[in-house]
């Protein structure tokens, strides 16, 4: 279960400001960086990113961006946290269930936050709409 969202860095830029009015939507990443354990509870470093450009393609013009960077704290018993850790040290990524509540959960915050810092550079917002679910890739 969450029980804490920080974000310790916020990072916006206009590269162009000139192309402003040829923004497209942006192209939106969430990185998970590091999976520890501090204080009893798992600690999970992110990065969520907006990269803005004027079209498509390689001859697209980068515009701006927005990076936000933090931890999300999980309350988890101790056999749980030691099993997402070890996860993630291992494959690089999250139980199921904890990645969609984590994504989630920073797409939303990140979008709110992230809608603020693009209307004060006049950017689009960053919102993801939507929930998102995570399945187990199939198997051929």
């Known amino acids: 279960m969450i029980t804490n969202f920080t974000m310790d860095k916020i990072d916006a830029k206009i590269e162009e400001i000139g192309l402003l009015p040829n923004q497209r939507y942006p192209k939106l990443n969430i990185s998970i960086d590091d999976v520890e ?7 999970i470093s992110y990065t969520f990113q907006a990269e803005y450009k004027d079209g498509e393609g390689d001859k697209s013009k980068d515009i701006g961006h927005i990076k936000l960077n933090g931890i999300v704290e999980l309350a988890e018993d101790k056999s749980k946290q030691a099993k997402i850790v070890e996860q993630w040290k ?4 999250l139980p199921l269930e904890i990645a969609e509540e984590v994504i989630n959960g920073l797409n939303f915050r990140c979008s709110a936050t992230g809608t603020l810092v693009a209307y004060s550079l006049g950017l689009i ?4 709409i939507g929930q998102t679910k995570i399945s187990e890739p199939s198997k051929k």
């Open 125 to 128: 917002p960053p919102l993801v």
């Open 37 to 43: 354990t501090k204080n009893e509870k798992v600690v």
């Open 90 to 93: 291992e494959k690089g990524n």
